[in-house]
C-alpha cells in the first residue's frame, strides 16, 4: 500500500476514535472505537493487511516504545513508585486468579474442547495453560506458549494465544474505560469534599531544571539523552537473558534519573516529536488485528469464549478481594486486573481519558490522573510483564502432558 495513504488513512481512524472519545466523555475509548474500526477493517479487506506496516508507524513504535516508557518513569516520583507495592500485590494476584478461573472452566467444559494429544489434538489443560499465559501476559508470554505448543504439533494451541492477544483489547478497553469512569468520578467527588490526597504541585524551577548539558535539552538532545537509557536498558535485558526485561529497566531508570536530578519531570514533554511518538506506540495495540482470521476464530470460539468469561470474572473477583485487603476500591482494583488485558500503552491511554471525563477543571483532571495514572502503570507492568512471563515460563511446561 502507497505508505502515504496509509499514513493518511491511520491518522483518520485516530481522528475519528478520538472525536467519538471525547463525544461521549471517554464512556468509548478511543482505543476501543479504533480497535473496532481496524478489526472490521482487516476481517473485509478495506484495509489491506499491509496498512500499518506501510504507515511506517509501526516501525517507528517498535523504535520509541522505550523512549515513552523512560517518559513515564519520568512522570511518577520515587515516593510514589514506593508507594505502588500495593498495585504490585493486586496485579500479580490477578494473574493467579485468571489461572484458577480457566482451570474452574476446563473442569466444567473440559469435555467439550478435549481430545487425544497423541492424535495432535489439544487437551483442556492445554487451553488452560495457553489462556493463562495469554490473558495476563503480552507478547513474551504468546511466545513461551507457542514455542511450548509447536514443540510437539499442537497447532491450535499455538494459534490460540495469539487469537486472544489480537481480541482482548476488545474486551480490556470498554470494561476498564467503564470501571475508571466510576473510579474518577469518586476521585472528583472527594477533590470536591477536599479529602482527597493531592500530590504536591511540581516547583517550576524543578520541573525546567536538569543536570543535562544545555545542549542536550534540544529535541535532538532530549532524544540522544533518553534513547541511551533505552540501549542501556537493553544491554541489561540481554545480559540477564531477559530476566530484567527491557521496560521495567526503562521504567526504573527513568524513575531514577527524574530522583537524582539528571531528567526533569516528565523528560519529554515539549519536545516537537512527543505528539508523533505517542501516536506510533498505540499503533502496537491494533497490529495483531491484521492477522485475524475469520477461520481460525471460527475454529477456536467456544474456548475462546471460556477464556475470557471465566478469565474475567477471575480477575475481577481476585483483584477486588485482594484489594480490598490492601485499602483499594473495588473499581480501582478491578481496573488494576483487567490491565492484564491490554498492559502499555492502554494503561496510560484509558487513565487520562477517565481523568478528562469526570474532571470539569485542569485541577480536578491533574488531581484525578495524579491517583489513577501511576497505579495503572505500575499494574501493567506488574502483571504482563513481570508475573506472566513468570507463571507462563513454569506452566508451559504442561501442555501436551
Partial sequence: MNPILAFVVVMLVWTVSDFVAKKTHSLLSSLFVASIIFLVGFLTDIFPEDLLTSSSLLGLAGVVVGFIIVHLGTMISLDDFKKQWKTFVVGAATVFGIGLSLLLAGLIFGSRI??????????????????TGSLSGGTISVLIVQEAALGIG????????????????????PLTSIILRK????????????????????DPAAVSSSRLPAGLRTTPG???????????????????DGILNTFVVALILGVTLRTVGVFPPSVLAGIDALGLMMIA???????????????????LAFPLLLAFLFGVAG?????????????????????????????FPGTMILSQEAAKGAGETPEEVSAIEGQILPKM??????????TSVVVTSIIAGFIGG
Fill in 114 to 131: 478435549s481430545g487425544s494429544a497423541e492424535e495432535g489434538y489439544a487437551q483442556a489443560l492445554d487451553f488452560i495453560v495457553a489462556g
Fill in 154 to 173: 499442537l497447532t491450535s494451541i499455538a494459534i490460540f494465544p495469539v487469537l486472544i492477544a489480537a481480541l482482548q483489547g476488545l474486551v480490556g478497553f
Fill in 183 to 202: 473510579e474518577a468520578a469518586r476521585l472528583r467527588d472527594e477533590y470536591r469534599a477536599g479529602t482527597l490526597e493531592v500530590p504536591e504541585a511540581e
Fill in 222 to 240: 532530549t532524544l540522544f539523552a533518553v534513547g541511551v537509557v533505552v540501549l542501556v536498558s537493553l544491554g541489561i535485558n540481554n545480559l540477564t
Fill in 281 to 299: 506506540i498505540m499503533i502496537l495495540v491494533f497490529a495483531p488485528l491484521a492477522t485475524v482470521q475469520p477461520e481460525d476464530v471460527a475454529a
Fill in 315 to 343: 480477575i475481577a473477583a481476585f483483584s477486588a478481594l485482594v484489594g480490598k485487603l490492601v485499602g483499594y476500591s473495588v473499581p480501582m482494583s478491578v481496573a488494576i486486573g483487567l490491565t492484564s488485558l491490554y498492559g
Fill in 377 to 386: 502503570i505500575v499494574a501493567g507492568f506488574s502483571t504482563v510483564t513481570i
